[in-house]
């Protein structure tokens, strides 16, 4: 098992930002965990799982959330 760590460099944080206001959220770390999931297909766990699932419903695609 790995763990990925992006860095939110400027392409990364306009998709996050264009995430946001499709959204209507305000939280950037969870659109960045989302975007990232989103680009490289992985699951996400967290304890967050109503704010992740709308970021994921905002981008129109579905995103495996494990809820702990």
């Known amino acids: 098992d790995t763990v990925a760590i992006d860095p939110l460099d400027a392409p990364a944080a306009r998709l996050t930002g264009a995430l946001l206001a499709r959204a209507g959220g305000s939280d950037v770390i969870d659109a960045s965990v989302v975007t990232g999931a989103l680009r490289r297909g992985d699951a996400v766990i ?4 109503n704010d992740l699932t709308r970021l994921a419903e905002a981008a129109g695609r579905r995103l495996e959330i494990v809820a702990i």
Request: charged share 50%; hydrophobic share 0%; glycine share 0%.
């Open 46 to 49: 967290t304890s967050d799982r």
